[in-house]
């Protein structure tokens, strides 16, 4: 657990009026001058320049044909209406979590955990105990200062700010020591997959076109052109781009995790299970693609007999299959990925699913040609939900790679990756190596992941979804569903309003000089043990906040900044994600701590 400052910022006019210096009935007041203080705001206008400069920055110039910046846009609307403003509240009190924290060895804590009765925070080592009248130990909350009554032994109580207890042992059978997990590719094979663009120079493939040309070459016609090319370009289709890059894929995973079970589903207008290459593919098709329970229920039996060897054993049978693969028809998104997820949930925890797509789903369960309407989208995101939310269960991450100049309608598809800890990315298809690699690379620390964040009760959660928070403010429950090692995860927090504050009285606000915090992960480990692991911190409190930017922390920042906009941009607020990318730079480009020429936050364009 980190801060991106080693202070939280608080107001101290507030503070003062609580404490009764100064007027406390101007509290309304200095709450909004408190607002208005960590408050960013910027036009459409002003965004649009900020957008254009920055592209400026990362593009070189042709002095032959320098690029201008825009003018000024004229005003749109009502006479005298002004640009739409884009408003932030945004300051350094924000805290992340890297999950790699899940993968260090930290001692098993004897006993069983203690909860606070109120707010479920966690004895730890910053806990006091006491006794009262009667005898008894008594532990007074440090987050909601609720009394518990305890019966702690001197070596159960805490002694590290992280602690590790194991609430269920791991299953006595365990899975063979050798296997590795599954890896399903999940390919469009629908008409669109041909679409091809130019290429300078050559590119080696066997698959497609390049394959028919070279037989064209054997007969004396290799310097023939057809009608559009040129010479010293070809003509590469996506389809082509997928096929290479899995083939590579393959060979360097039957190198570098030969144990792992890797298999292939196609989809167009129907849905093709090739496994693992060594039996005849199984199709499903027609009135079978609107059935979810059916197909889930059929692939899970087709891959006892479809997923049997590892790619060490089935590299050349998949080769063979890819060589095969031909492009037609239209795209059954959704039957596909319950077929790939239906193999692979077969797998041990950590399995993966890969789809790789360039259109948009249009038959079968899951399509979204004809989600317009509120209810058809609803249906359409609840069925994609479903999906995510069994992988989740299963340990299983759920990634979606998309063809650039396609339309996928990926914020449909964004509960895929968000419950299951997979990655939704855009890429041009030349660059699908390096993607496809990434996502391979990414592992499973834990499944069925809880995350849960306690506050002091004088604190509040802040831009955060309001079905995750509880305890007035101060708890963040948060579903990981798959944790992945080097994923990190983010919130941001501030002092609670004036007429919340006003009703602690049990606070003495003179006294209050840090807070602690509180993460507990909840989790499953890969050989099935449940888990909860805790860390516990404090946090200074300083009233200044030019001295909480000094001491910001660039990575959490960054970090955080690039989530918020990644989550908007996948909501389909592509003009709000610009506006918090705007915002983060302009603070983080304010903070003496960290150099501005190390920022890397995306510049966000619809998807």
């Known amino acids: 657990m980190g801060f991106a400052s080693s202070h939280a910022y608080v107001s101290k006019r507030k503070i003062d009026a609580l404490m009764g210096i100064g007027d406390p009935n101007n509290l309304a007041a200095i709450n909004e001058e408190e607002q208005n203080d960590s408050c960013a705001s910027i036009s459409d206008e002003e965004l649009d320049n900020f957008n254009s400069d920055n592209e400026e920055q990362k593009a070189p110039v042709d002095p032959n044909n320098p690029i201008k910046k825009p003018g000024r846009r004229r005003k749109t609307g009502k006479e ?15 805290v992340g979590l890297n999950f790699s924290v899940l993968k260090d060895k930290t001692a098993v804590a004897t006993g069983d955990p203690v909860f606070c009765a109120e707010c479920k925070a966690m004895l730890n080592a910053h806990s006091k105990l006491t006794k009262n009248e009667a005898g008894k130990q008594i532990w007074n909350c440090e987050f909601c200062l609720n009394a518990n009554e305890v019966q702690m032994e001197e070596e159960e ?40 663009q130019t290429v300078a120079g050559k590119f080696a493939t066997k698959y497609g076109k390049n394959k028919e040309m070279e037989s064209l ?16 370009m070809c003509y590469i289709s996506r389809m082509q781009c997928v096929l290479t890059v899995i083939e590579n894929q393959l060979r360097q995973l039957a190198i570098g995790a030969p144990k792992r079970k890797v298999g292939i589903v196609t989809f167009n207008n129907e849905v093709t299970l090739i496994g693992d290459g060594r039996s005849a ?28 060897k590892s790619v060490e054993d089935t590299e050349v049978d998949l080769v063979k299959r890819l060589e095969h693969i031909q492009e037609s028809g239209m795209t059954a998104l959704g039957p596909g990925l319950t077929v790939a997820l239906g193999a692979a949930i077969k797998g041990t925890p950590g399995s993966k699913v890969i789809i790789c797509t360039d259109g948009l789903a249009n038959v079968g369960i899951g399509s979204l040609e004809h989600a317009k309407d509120k209810t058809a989208v609803k249906k359409t995101r609840d ?24 339309d996928c309608r990926l914020e449909m598809l964004s509960p895929l990756a968000g419950l299951t800890g997979g990655d939704i990315v855009k890429v041009d ?34 831009n955060e979804d309001s079905s995750l928070i509880s305890k007035n403010g101060s708890v963040l429950v948060k579903p990981i569903g798959n944790a992945i090692d080097g994923q990190e995860v983010s919130a941001e927090y501030r002092l609670k309003p004036e007429d919340e504050l006003v009703k602690l009285a049990d606070i003495d606000f003179a006294t209050v000089t840090e807070i602690p915090f509180q993460v507990q992960i909840t989790y499953c480990s ?49 003009r709000g994600a610009q506006a918090n990318s705007a915002h983060w730079k302009k603070l983080i480009k304010g903070s003496e701590a960290v150099s501005y020429t190390h920022l890397t936050l995306p510049t966000i364009y619809p998807v």
């Open 383 to 406: 069925f994609y939900t479903q999906i995510g939310a069994l992988a989740k269960s299963k340990g299983v991450s759920i990634s979606v790679v998309s063809i650039v100049a396609s």
């Open 281 to 308: 593919p199984k199709t499903y098709a027609g009135d079978r693609l609107n059935d979810y329970e059916g197909l889930l229920k059929a692939s899970q039996e087709d891959a006892a007999t479809h997923m049997t």
């Open 157 to 196: 109580l805490p002694k590290e700010d992280q602690l590790m207890y194991v609430l269920e042992p791991a299953p006595k059978v365990k899975n063979d020591k050798n296997e590795d997990i599954t890896v399903m590719f999940c390919i469009d094979t629908s008409g669109s997959m041909c679409h091809s």
């Open 80 to 94: 005298g209406e002004e640009h739409k403003k884009h408003k932030r509240e945004i300051d350094t009190n924000v």
């Open 429 to 462: 298809p030349l660059d699908l190596g390096t993607d496809f690699a990434n996502i391979l690379a990414e592992n499973v620390v834990a499944s069925n992941v809880e995350l849960r964040v306690n506050l002091h009760k004088t604190f509040t959660f802040r």
């Open 526 to 574: 890969l050989d099935g043990a449940k888990c909860v692991r805790t860390l516990t911190k404090k946090q200074n409190i300083t009233f200044e906040k030019d001295l909480a930017k000094k001491a910001a922390n660039f990575q959490v920042l960054s970090v955080h900044a690039i989530q918020q906009a990644a989550s908007l941009a996948q909501k389909g607020d592509y």
């Open 217 to 232: 070459k054997k007969l004396g016609y290799g310097s023939q052109y057809t009608s559009g090319e040129i010479a010293g």
